[in-house]
């Protein structure tokens, strides 16, 4: 179980407590007897940590001094990995409840503080029969007079000038009224998405099939109200999802296709924003078999696909009235009797035919299959999440994913701005034709592979293809998974996306930015 936040106005009794400052003289009177000042004092300047500690008999306090030089996302990050830090401590001591106390009116601050409190408690025990080492904070108290206004105040403040992104402004209906304030439920809301995320990432492929995943995605959209259908084999097949098909080939499993719907009645878009989810449950490489250690976390190439089910879940859960859907073709990679072998020509879904020179280049053609599908929703803009090239994972690293866009430049721009905020950040590039030259087939409408270099773009140029509404491409391979703990991202799948595209869907509401 993930932390819950909870604002409170309660007077704090003696626990585990945080404040939150920006400098020593902000510190609230009364807090502190002049010993303890003078000791935490000495320890700011001599440690010069952005924690400090002090402990009094029987419970810890801490003082969280946010940096006040940084721009705004920085500032932010820096408090969740803060947030990571203290609930480490708090984690290590057996405490299930701390209080963060507000002392200067700082509600982003102290939002992303408990967020990084939150996730970073993050633990994936399932499996685990020593319960050893088992996080047990549970409950994060806000105490903040600036957060327990916002909340109050029944209406998000509308911006003054409405920017208008493509084509003819739907202004929004006249029963609209604004959705109220809820920074900490939503929060809490997200929070749980993101762990949920990293559970599906998490699990093995001896749980989670493609089969169960679809059931996993089912549950989620009963549990948030989202409408939910699972395309099974026989359905995939009248639809001539060669893509999916080919690369199901191999596996003993049959694939699935998940469509998640949030259409709410005073959804704001008429369009959709439709999201496509990478769902290879398990990435062999198929009979171009990873060779040595590069198969080990092949069980993340899911990442894209919880992301969508999770976001969707995450934005129907908070009821933002925006109308999105997820798609997400899901199958296993590998090799078997029936398996695609390099050669092999497919019939895609639009009926384009796809050369597959190698069968490890396998999520372009699952994706390719969504995004021609996508096309059915007449959607106001497309994004793909996919764990989709190591060629990402090499020119970027796990710090931000890899971002292309087609017909999309205003959206991507503002996509990036959530990216910094969220910390979840993007690094673009070009989708320039000349690299769609090299996939080009001499038997085929296309190859799967390009030249060595540029690996990541030639895929994104690939689904591309596929493609003729307004499309943004993030290939997440280098941050969707990490093995070594990182801060509050943990450890194993990190859920990313999920935070990402909730900003940017939470802000096309609050903005009323959909103009679609
Ligand atoms: N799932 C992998 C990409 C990947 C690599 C994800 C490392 C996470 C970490 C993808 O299906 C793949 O195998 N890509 C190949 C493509 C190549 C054969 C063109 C790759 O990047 O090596
Ligand atoms: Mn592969
Ligand atoms: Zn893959």
Redesign the pocket.
């Known amino acids: 179980m993930i932390p819950s936040i909870i604002l409170t106005s309660k007077e704090q009794e003696l626990q585990d407590l945080v404040v939150v400052i920006t400098k020593f003289s902000k510190l609230p009177a009364g807090l502190f007897n002049a010993a303890e000042k003078k000791f935490m004092k000495e320890q700011v300047e001599t440690l010069k940590h952005d924690v400090v500690s002090y402990n009094r008999m029987g419970y810890w306090v801490y003082l969280f001094f946010i940096r006040e030089e940084q721009d705004s996302s920085k500032r932010l990050e820096a408090c969740r990995k803060a947030g990571d830090k203290v609930a480490g401590f708090l984690n290590a001591q057996k405490s299930s409840r701390v209080a963060i106390f507000d002392a200067e009116g700082k509600s982003l601050e102290i939002l992303a503080f408990a967020e990084g409190m939150a996730l970073g408690s993050y633990q994936f025990l399932k499996y685990k029969k020593d319960k050893e080492n088992i996080n047990t904070l549970k409950e994060i108290e806000i105490y903040s007079k600036s957060l327990e206004e916002s909340e109050n105040n029944p209406f998000v403040p509308r911006p003054v000038s409405r920017v208008q992104l493509s084509a003819a402004h739907v202004p929004p209906p006249a029963s609209h009224v604004p959705r109220p304030a809820s920074l900490v439920p939503d929060l809490n809301i997200l929070i749980q998405s993101v762990a949920h995320c990293r559970d599906l990432i998490n699990e093995p492929n001896s749980y989670l099939t493609a089969t169960v995943f679809s059931k996993e995605v089912e549950k989620m959209a009963h549990d948030s109200g989202a409408h939910v259908e699972v395309l099974n084999k026989q359905k995939i097949e009248a639809l001539k999802m060669g893509g999916l098909l080919g690369v199901n080939q191999g596996s003993h499993e049959p694939p699935t296709f998940t469509v998640i719907e949030w259409k709410p009645a005073d959804a704001l878009n008429i369009k959709p924003v439709v999201l496509v989810g990478k769902g290879?449950v398990y990435?062999t490489?198929g009979m171009?078999i990873?060779p040595g250690d590069?198969m080990l976390?092949?069980k993340?190439?899911m990442s894209g696909a919880a992301a969508v089910a999770s976001v969707v879940y995450a934005i129907a859960r908070a009821k933002l009235p925006v109308y999105v859907v997820g798609l997400m073709p899901a199958t296993d990679?590998r090799p078997g009797v029936q398996a695609l072998v390099p050669g092999d020509i497919i019939t895609m879904h639009n009926g384009m035919t796809v050369e597959v020179l190698?069968t490890?280049?396998?999520?372009r053609l699952i994706l390719a299959d969504a995004l021609s599908y996508a096309k059915r929703y007449d959607p106001a803009l497309v994004i793909d999440l996919a764990?989709?090239?190591?060629?990402a994972?090499r020119a970027i690293g796990m710090f931000g994913a890899v971002a292309m866009h087609s017909k999309a430049p205003e959206e991507l721009e503002r996509l990036k701005k959530s990216g910094y905020d969220v910390y979840e950040r993007l690094v673009e590039f070009p989708m320039w034709d000349e690299y769609g030259e090299q996939i080009k087939s001499d038997l085929a409408d296309l190859k799967n592979?390009?030249p060595p270099e540029a690996?990541m773009i030639t895929?994104g140029k690939f689904l591309e293809k596929f493609t003729d509404y307004p499309y943004i491409h993030l290939d997440i391979?280098g941050p969707?998974?990490i093995d070594k703990r990182s801060s509050y991202r943990g450890q194993g799948g990190t859920g990313f996306g999920v935070r990402l595209l909730f900003e940017f869907v939470r802000r096309m509401a609050e903005e009323e930015l959909v103009s679609w």
């Open positions: 290879v990435d490489g171009n990873k590069s976390n092949m993340d190439d990679n190698n490890d280049a396998e999520g764990t989709l090239t190591g060629a994972v592979l390009g690996g895929a391979a969707a998974f």
